[in-house]
Antibody, heavy 123, light 108 residues
């Protein structure tokens, strides 16, 4: 059974930093790209960042480029999202998700999701 | 960026109704489209991918169709467990990957 367990969400002041982690189990972690998707309170889903299976390629939505960094640790089966210069508009539940097709080149849909971790940016 | 537009935003229906949700892309995405269901306070759940392929374990009352810029999600006979918000998502390469704004299916 695939399990994705996010952690690291917290209340942080504007301009602050936070590191989210996602512990993965139940599948061949090194074979799948991984992603972060967020959902602001009462709003829809927004894709944030993705990382290829090897970690060699990373992708970001424009609003977080230069502020967020995605990484993965193949020895620990974790994917991380380092967030800097946080803004009020970054307030959201952040979901870690597994890309559905291990062979797809950038054809990323998401077949397993964690329960999410809440990031609140407020003074 | 490819914009995804769902309609309606809210849908009121009764148990047993046939329900159809529409998703339009701002440019052609072939059949690179997924549908998700999200219940209140829960993570999204993948229902269909490649526009019409049913994810394992998803009831057969869910079906998807379309290609290019026009797609539909149909629930053939609405069940109590189906009241939720539904999202489409395009994954035509890295555009970036974008979701529709969601369609909430409510009890009539």
């Amino acid at each position: 059974e695939v399990q994705l367990l996010e952690s690291g969400g917290d209340l942080v002041q504007p301009g602050g930093s936070l590191r989210l982690s996602c512990a993965a189990s139940g599948f061949s972690f090194s074979s799948y790209a991984m992603t972060w998707v967020r959902q602001a309170p009462g709003k829809g889903l927004e894709w944030v960042s993705a990382i290829s299976s090897s970690g060699g390629s990373t992708f970001y939505t424009d609003s977080v480029k230069g502020r967020f960094t995605i990484s993965r640790d193949l020895s620990k089966n974790t994917v991380n999202l380092q967030m800097h210069s946080l803004r009020a508009e970054d307030t959201a539940i952040y979901y870690c998700a597994k890309v559905g097709d291990p062979s797809a080149l950038l054809l990323y849909y998401f077949d397993d999701w964690g329960q999410g971790t809440l990031v609140t940016v407020s003074s | 960026d490819i914009q995804m537009t769902q309609s309606p935003s809210t849908l009121s229906a009764s148990i047993g109704d046939r329900v159809t949700i529409t998703c339009r892309a701002s440019q052609s995405i072939s059949t690179w489209l997924a549908w998700y269901q999200q219940k209140s306070g829960k993570a999204p759940k993948l229902l269909l991918y490649d526009a019409s392929n049913l994810e394992s374990g998803v009831p057969s009352r869910f079906s998807g169709s379309g290609s290019g810029t026009y797609f539909t999600l149909t629930i053939s006979s609405l069940q109590p467990d189906d009241f939720a918000t539904y999202y489409c998502q395009q994954y035509k390469s890295y555009s970036p990957w974008t979701f529709g704004q969601g369609t909430k299916v409510e009890i009539k």
